[in-house]
């Protein structure tokens, strides 16, 4: 029944060593969103994908890219990652319009 | 879309009902009330939305006031479960979500 999941829940990766986590759906939903969740805060959009159209958000850093090869999948790449990055990383979908769904989340370490 | 503003925490016993406010003055016609969940350590969960009328589901009720500008989500017979940070967010139908800082609910038993 798992309709957003993303793999693996937890992940670590060592300071400036790429990275990516993985996000699939099973709603055939339009839309994808990254969201990045630094601990004690709210959820922050980072960017989304309309279909194959990239929209980021003004304030996310170029460090943070992501790629959407098929309406199912979603990748979000970190390139150098920082201290500062070390985060739980959330992945939705939606369709046109509706209801937003939340996967369970990656909570990435960086040591 | 509109900001809205919640009290930062709130407490309510175990089996009584759990009433959280939401304040959206600055709402627009076109702007749906959303209500969504975070438990520890999980994704956000989608409970509820609403453009006018007072929406109920098998989670919740959302009752929305006549002139849109303020909004409360009912947890009817709350249960230790629902301890969580509830997020009201306003947005139409085909904007992206974008989350204020929530309340935070205890549940006592």
């Known amino acids: 029944d798992a309709m957003v999941i993303q793999n693996p829940r937890y992940q670590v990766t060592q300071f400036g060593k790429p990275v990516t986590l993985s996000c699939s759906q099973t709603?055939?939903?339009?839309?994808m969103y990254w969201y990045q969740q630094k601990s004690s805060q709210a959820p922050k959009l980072l960017f989304h994908?309309?279909?194959?159209?990239?929209?980021n958000e003004a304030d996310t850093p170029d460090n943070f890219q992501s790629r959407r090869p098929n309406t199912s999948f979603c990748f979000l790449d970190i390139r150098s990652p920082g201290l500062g990055d070390a985060a739980m990383y959330l992945c939705?979908?939606?369709?046109?319009?509706?209801?937003?769904?939340f996967g369970p989340g990656t909570r990435l370490t960086v040591l | 879309d509109a900001k809205t503003t919640q009290p930062p925490s709130m407490d309510c016993a175990e089996g009584r009902a759990a009433n959280l406010p939401c304040n959206h003055s600055?709402?627009?016609?076109?702007?749906?009330v959303y209500w969504y969940r975070q438990i520890h350590s999980q994704g956000p969960q989608y409970i509820i939305h609403g453009l006018k009328n007072n929406e109920t589901n098998e989670m919740a009720s959302l009752i929305i006031t006549e002139d849109r500008k303020s909004s409360t989500l009912i947890l009817p017979h709350a249960t230790l479960r629902d301890t969580a940070v509830y997020y009201c967010i306003v947005r139409t139908g085909a904007n992206n979500l974008f989350f204020g800082t929530g309340t935070r609910l205890t549940v006592i038993p």
């Open positions: 600055t709402i627009s016609g076109n702007e749906y």
């Open positions: 939705a979908t939606s369709p046109r319009q509706g209801v937003t769904f």
């Open positions: 994908y309309y279909d194959k159209d990239f929209n």
């Open positions: 709603l055939n939903h339009n839309v």
